[in-house]
């Protein structure tokens, strides 16, 4: 399994990554920035989150962010952005715990265990009812995506302390195809892998016992707990 993410070096999506998704050829490779992230790196949903020193000595600097992702269904390779939406089996949330200045990303970020949490994969048709995977060849321009965060003390039964962010966003926000069409001109796409558009997601400030929760279009897509 891989999951890759675009890094969001300026704006939703950086200029040289936009201008490579219109014109592979247009743009140099040492123009743009994809991250990999390891398999090993990646935790499962409602688990926790054990933050590793470097982040415990200065949480201050680093945020966990909840973003929209998708997971691919079937192999690929130079797929076509008008049948990208036939690869994508099921859209997905995901937690990620990050420096706070994008920018100053390392790879170590991108390596410790429960880096990234992953959450539960809808299908299409969950999430946009008149869609689906093997009916349609995009997904439709006006479905949008809604998704509900809360961040809150483990030990806060009275809620007092909860933070609630909200964030909508449609396909054009997501660059969901285009991303599929764009990564599969330097690799194969497998089944199970996935693909994280550089779309601004929902942050929160990183601290200990804190638990995270998010909803996408009402359904409960993520947990996970800092510890």
Known sequence: ??????DRMAGPLHPALTAAIADPEAVP??????????????GRNNHPV????????DPGAWVVEVM????????????????????ISAILLAGWVRPATADSATPITLLFDGALTRGVE???????????ADSCDEISGNALLQIEAEY?????ASGENTKRESASMDREQ???EDMVAFVSRFCTLKSGDII??????????????MRLRATLNGINALELRLK
């Open 29 to 42: 490779l040492d123009q743009l920035r994809l991250q990999l992230i390891a398999d090993s790196a990646i």
């Open 122 to 132: 809808m299908p299409l048709n969950e999430i946009f009812p008149a869609d689906s």
């Open 174 to 176: 997501i660059h969901a």
């Open 50 to 57: 054990f933050l590793p020193d470097f982040i415990t000595a």
């Open 1 to 6: 399994m891989k999951v890759i993410r675009a």
């Open 152 to 156: 809150s003390p483990i030990r806060d």
């Open 196 to 209: 994280i558009p550089a779309s601004a997601g929902i942050t929160f400030p990183v601290a200990l016992d």
């Open 68 to 87: 929209p992702a998708v997971q691919i269904g079937r192999l690929g390779k130079f797929i076509r952005p008008k049948f990208a939406a036939r690869h």
